[in-house]
């Protein structure tokens, strides 16, 4: 991984967590434990503090500015989040959760959303469109894909991790 100093702020990262070699980290970042950090994923805290919670899912090229997320949530391919994100809720790719947005717990932000600046979502909701709009409240078979998932990547990750891929 790459690991920046910025005003003598030096990147944290938790000893069970699996951060990609291209991943760069520059500033008050800190990732927790057992999270997963994937190839070209940028989280900066240049601005503010940067905070990834514990069993997260960061898939690859998504950009995480001055973002806080909380435990077990995924955030999809591309996207971008420079907002807060609750826990257990799944940002889909290519979705942008911008300055200080904030998404609630165990919701579902639809691939390609916009969720413009200050936006508040209230926890459980589905929210889709550009801009995003809440759509309704997470359904039952979504929740049950989410739950699904999560495990998933821990699993992915701990292979990842016996592989001895991007050992630190």
Not at 20 to 28: F, I, N, P, R, S
Not at 89 to 108: H, K, M, P, W, Y
Request: net charge negative; charged share 20%; hydrophobic share 40%.
């Amino acid at each position: 991984m790459i690991v920046v100093t910025f005003n003598g702020k030096t990147p944290k990262v938790a000893d069970s967590a699996l951060v990609a070699d291209t991943a760069c980290l520059v500033g008050d970042v800190e990732i927790g434990e057992n999270t997963s950090v994937w190839p070209g994923v940028v989280i900066r805290g240049d601005i503010e503090p940067a905070r990834i919670g514990s069993d997260c899912h960061i898939e690859d090229n998504s950009v995480l500015h001055n973002a806080r997320v909380g435990n077990g949530t995924m955030i999809g391919h591309c996207c971008v989040v420079e907002g807060k994100v609750g826990s257990g809720t799944l940002i889909s790719n290519g979705a942008a959760i911008l300055l200080d947005a904030e998404i609630g717990d165990r919701c579902l932000v639809a691939a390609g959303a916009v969720v413009t600046e200050n936006t508040k979502v209230p926890d459980g909701c589905f929210v889709a469109g550009v801009p995003a709009k809440i759509k309704g409240e997470v359904t039952q078979s979504n929740r049950e894909k989410m739950d699904f998932y999560m495990p998933y990547y821990v699993g992915l990750m701990q292979e990842y991790k016996r592989q001895g891929v991007w050992k630190r």
